[in-house]
């Protein structure tokens, strides 16, 4: 296909050919008139834009059941980001953050906000969907700003869909899971660090949301079975579910009961 500047120069170029014998035009100049009346344009493959993509934060204790709650949406055209994942992912990459990353994990400490969102934007940006729902993230005020400042031309946030439970479970899930888990997060002295950095900060934070109404916060019972919450979760969210022409499928991972002990 032909732009109109081409068409232009090239029919000059033609008309100057058939009016000047060959032996007129130097080597370079026929060469050039050559070029110009037979460039094509090169096909140019241009990418839209992608839409500013629509975010659900997904808040809860250490043992919350959020990652299996979390995995069920994406048959509803969510992509599954977990914080927590993607940390020890990165952590045992071997890459120069990933001994930094361990030092806040294995203390239960909540990982520096430029670190989590480097990775979630990284991997929001590499998928084809415009739907998120980020699990672990944010954990303290901190973390809600470091997203405002990065994320504002990015993404925007629908609501926070956050699952009550009493600590006295968290604390016997986490106990339970690192049994079989190995996570250096799943030890007795880190649950308990743990259990209090979300007292002291991510608690609050669900709180502030409620009284301020930063963001519209759903708050679902986390306790019972995983078919039970799990109907709580979609009858809470499902006002905000992706439009059926807006859906991107995402791995759907299934287990038996034991799936609320594989949540972050």
Not at 128 to 148: A, C, K, T
Not at 163 to 192: I, K, W
């Amino acid at each position: 296909m032909w732009t109109w500047s081409q068409l232009v120069v090239s029919a000059a170029a033609i008309n100057l050919v058939r009016h000047q014998a060959p032996r007129q035009l130097s080597a370079n100049r026929r060469l050039w008139v050559h070029h110009l009346a037979t460039a094509q344009e090169s096909p140019v493959c241009v990418k839209e834009p992608k839409k500013k993509a629509r975010v659900v934060f997904c808040l809860g204790g250490p043992g919350a059941g959020k990652g299996t709650q979390c995995a069920r949406l994406s048959d509803f055209g969510y992509v599954h980001l977990s914080a927590g994942e993607l940390l020890r992912r990165e952590r045992a990459s071997g890459s120069k953050d990933g001994e930094l990353i361990e030092s806040y994990l294995s203390e239960g400490d909540i990982v520096p906000v430029a670190l989590s969102l480097g990775l979630l934007k990284k991997e929001m940006e590499r998928s084809e969907s415009n739907y998120f729902v980020v699990d672990g993230f944010p954990r303290n005020i901190d973390n809600v700003q470091g997203w405002r400042d990065a994320m504002r031309d990015v993404a925007d946030v629908d609501c926070v869909l956050f699952f009550d439970v009493p600590p006295e479970v968290l604390m016997e899930r986490m106990l339970e899971r690192g049994q079989t888990s190995g996570r250096s997060d799943d030890t007795l002295a880190t649950a308990h660090k743990r259990l209090a950095t979300y007292s002291e900060a991510t608690l609050p934070l669900i709180e502030k949301f409620e009284h301020d109404g930063d963001f519209k916060v759903l708050r679902v019972k986390g306790i019972g079975s995983i078919d039970d919450v799990w109907q709580r979760t979609h009858d809470a969210l499902r006002p905000f579910f992706p439009t059926t022409e807006d859906k991107k499928q995402a791995p759907h991972t299934k287990g038996d009961d034991r799936e609320h002990l594989n949540g972050d």
